[in-house]
């Protein structure tokens, strides 16, 4: 029962947050404001993680193909799909869950905890419209990310491929061309946009509705942190059903 | 004027209020005292619409609060000022932008109209050099008086203060009473306090409101109370050998 009272809270929450919209002179600062903390202050962490996660892809894949017939380009091959397909959209976003999710519960919490969410209600201020709104808008912005996550990871894979001697630079080269889908590029931004979406939204959730103090802050940021992810996750399995098979 | 008919709220199988009826004057520093668990935030929450109640009528100068669509009642907030017992600035804005946040979002003012605005606030509430001072390096006074100031930036009709000197020292809870009351008295608002502070009751307490497990147990001024014979708030207010002798001493002078 309180599963489903919550799961409808959600879905009033994301109605109520496109209604009586804050003026777009305040909004579009808002808006600045958190593409800069969410996306901006992202992108280090997500080039460093890309990076090493496509040498060590690059490396495992090398290492478990021990077979003389197989060609030394599908070390490439196998790369490019993990980081396009996998790594970069599924993987990332549950990285961003516990980096942007838990920095969105935690501030509206904070918010919530020391009454600032009352006083913008007070004011007469639609505050699912101030507060939340501007993470939606700003995490369109999300796929520029991922891109950054796909380019670095198979960079990463190139410099493990080669520097590592793996395979050579023409063979991871070509591997990275080898049996190139475009609709697989299309597949992993469909992701990213239904898991900007969830990365904004339910943090936000978590964060607006909490009760308490500074305790229950830290305990809705893990909750938080945990929904966010089984909701990657299953929504994950249920687009791969939908768009690739 | 706040005209307050029978409010009933409950939470659950608690019942929190219980058939509350008063009036809340213009220009007048009315009060609402009574125990904690009484139901003060309860009944300050409702006159604020931030909690729905069960039964009864709010109305603000005639508007009942109940009758009207989300959006009216937003508009109606807009002419709201309120004083959080936390003060609940926002944190990621300096003194002065917070002061500016209510005109910005309800006003066309220019950028340096705001300024304008904010500044002769800030002056009001005597806080001359702290303008852009994040609210974490104000101290507990200062973040108080920049409260009030964002509070009445935008002429609102009704004031509402929740607690406003609790934490502070007496003499500066004396200073942020005085103010508040100076201020109802300039702006001619309607200002409901919530307050268990009695020094705060007996300085500017124009009209109180005792409650009492949710009931209204007494309303009166701070003249009446000395002469009061209701054992309820006579035992709350003179619970202090302190203030048994004020009283004391207030009612032989005026035998």
């Not at chain 2, 003179?238 to 009283?247: A, D, E, G, P, Q």
Request: glycine letters at 8%; one cysteine or more; charged letters at 20%.
């Amino acid at each position: 029962m309180t599963y489903l009272r919550n799961i409808g809270t959600y879905f009033l929450m994301i109605a109520e947050m496109f209604r009586k919209p804050t003026k777009w002179s305040v909004m579009k600062l808002l808006i600045f404001k958190d593409i800069d903390d969410l996306i901006n202050n992202s992108i280090g962490i997500v080039a460093f993680i890309s990076f090493f996660v496509g040498g060590v892809v690059t490396i495992q894949t090398s290492l478990n193909i021990d077979n003389p017939l197989i060609p030394k380009y599908l070390v490439g091959f196998a790369t490019r799909q993990s980081i396009i397909l996998e790594f970069a959209p599924t993987f990332m976003s549950i990285i961003m869950a516990g980096k942007v999710g838990s920095f969105i519960t935690s501030s509206i919490g904070t918010m919530r905890v020391t009454e600032q969410i009352d006083a913008l209600e007070v004011m007469g201020i639609n505050s699912l419209n101030y507060l939340v709104f501007p993470k939606f808008i700003a995490l369109l912005t999300y796929p520029f990310i991922i891109t950054i996550a796909m380019v670095l990871g198979i960079l990463g894979g190139m410099a493990a491929s080669v520097y590592g001697g793996f395979s050579t630079l023409q063979d991871y080269i070509t591997g990275i061309q080898y049996d190139f889908i475009p609709f697989q590029i299309g597949y992993a931004y469909i992701k990213t946009i239904v898991f900007a979406f969830i990365l904004a939204t339910v943090p936000s959730y978590h964060g607006y509705y909490m009760t308490g103090g500074a305790l229950e802050v830290g305990k809705a940021s893990t909750t938080s942190f945990v929904w966010t992810s089984v909701l990657i996750i299953v929504l994950n399995y249920v687009l791969t059903q939908m768009l690739l098979t | 004027m706040i005209e307050v008919k029978n409010l009933h709220k409950s939470f659950g199988d608690s019942h929190i209020l219980k058939g509350i009826s008063t009036t809340f004057e213009e220009g007048k520093t009315n009060m609402i005292i009574g125990q904690s668990g009484s139901g003060k935030t309860v009944f300050l929450k409702c006159l604020l619409g931030l909690f729905e109640f069960e039964e009864g009528t709010i109305s603000y100068d005639g508007e009942v609060f109940a009758g009207l669509t989300e959006d009216e009642k937003r508009n109606l907030r807009a002419k709201m000022g309120m004083v959080f017992q936390g003060s609940a600035l926002f944190d990621s804005m300096n003194i002065v932008q917070n002061v500016m946040f209510p005109l910005q979002m309800f006003t066309k003012m220019s950028k340096s109209e705001m300024e304008d605005r904010a500044n002769f606030v800030l002056n009001r509430v005597n806080l001359k050099d702290a303008h852009y001072k994040m609210p974490s390096e104000a101290s507990g006074g200062m973040q108080k008086r920049v409260a009030i100031a964002r509070a009445i930036v935008n002429n609102p009709k009704y004031l509402f203060c929740d607690e406003p000197n609790s934490g502070l020292d007496p003499k500066t809870a004396i200073v942020i009473d005085n103010l508040i009351q100076e201020i109802t008295i300039e702006y001619n608002m309607t200002t409901v306090i919530n307050s268990h502070d009695m020094n705060s009751v007996m300085e500017i307490g124009e009209k109180i409101v005792f409650l009492k497990n949710g009931i209204k147990e007494w309303e009166g001024s701070n003249r009446n109370i000395f002469k009061t014979e209701n054992e309820s708030i006579t035992d709350f207010v003179y619970s202090s050998n302190l203030f048994k002798r004020v009283r004391k001493m207030y009612l032989e002078e005026i035998n």
